[in-house]
């Protein structure tokens, strides 16, 4: 066969497939647009009524996790997609606020015409494996049990009923993203706790923290921006960071009215908070804010889904992947975006572009090819046990990427 030929048959064959996307936020967009990009039309099934997903800043939501004055802690010459550049004009500023990337990935799916595959205002309610025991290859893309999804799409107004929907389809690349499932305290004492705790989801306004005493407990990108705002308008804001440098003499670390302490060991009486023994200070707040970060969520993946599957609330910790992209037995199953302390969207856009090489590849072509079964489960296995890149590991490092994310392809 001529490569002409080849090329032909595999765009023909890619062309049959249905795929299903989750989600329609920047892991959704560029996932359908590599697969369009590869002569595949998917289906994008999105819960919210507008695209974007995490960007789409709704005033004073309490189940969102964007508010009103963050700006980005990534330049956009570098958070663009590859083959959307954005800014370098040296004249407009590199760190945008959360409207300006909303702003950006409309224009994205304008352009790349993916509006059309976008079914607004459905929630996936379930996804189930369909099984085939004739299907012996387990290894060949066309082999690979197809998948099931049910989905409710509500009406144009509140009225309305809802619609069911199904469908099976020949892969299902799940980007429905990991901030909206609060991850849960575990301080000692917080239960008792006289003034208000809330979790970093809730967080919109600075201003109503006025004169207050701060207490943000997690010191990475939502802890450290809140705790910045947040100064502004209170009358002291403790920053309790696991990562706090030794202190000297017991003191915590002040820029201005901030003050950085190490890991809250404990609420006591009287809403005074404890940093444990290396600190001197156990100072009385009045409001504590976990920025303690999100559990992974997955809710039409359940008992009813026929495979093996694991996102444990706490663990933070979802497998078994192979790659942390595909299910390891199921590789029709794909995640994108799992990872965190990256650079999102052209991570999103490498990832997108190895799964859908899997789904379009011919079977003569020499370009790579995922594992064995045996292989795949082995190595998941092994990554789900790793604690991650850092020594020593912990579970919930898992899918932190940081420093080695530029190795990981």
Known sequence: MSL???????????????VAVIGSGAAGLVTARILKRNGIEPLIIEKDDMGGGVWSYQPNSKSRPMYRGLKTNLPRELMAYREFPWGGDGKTQSFVTHGEVKNYLSRYAKAMDLEDFIQYKSTVTQLEI??????????????????KLEWEESGRSSN??????????????????????????????????????????????????????????????SGSDLAREISRHANKVYLSDTTCPDLIEGEPISEGNVFWVPRTTEVLSNSRVSFGSTCNDTPKVDVIILCTGYDYQFPFINE?????????????RVKPLYEQLWHARYPSLAFIGLQHSVVPFPFFELQAEAVVSQLVRDSSSASWHLPHLHERMESAENDANSGGPNEPGRIQETHYLGPVQCTTF
């Open 4 to 18: 002409v030929s080849t090329t032909a048959s595999s765009a023909s064959s890619a062309s049959q497939l249905k």
């Open 304 to 316: 009813h889904s026929n495979l093996d599957f694991s996102a444990v609330p706490g663990e933070r």
């Open 130 to 147: 369909v099984t085939d025991e004739e299907k012996k290859s387990e290894n060949d893309p066309s082999s690979w049990p197809q998948i």
């Open 160 to 221: 309305s009923e809802k619609v069911t929907h199904s469908g099976i389809f020949d892969s299902v690349i799940v980007c429905n993203g990991h901030y909206a499932a609060k991850a849960k305290s575990t301080i000692p004492g917080i239960e008792t706790f006289e003034g208000k705790v809330y979790h970093s989801i809730v967080y919109d306004d600075p201003s109503i923290f006025k004169d207050q005493n701060v207490l943000c407990i997690g010191g990475r990108a």
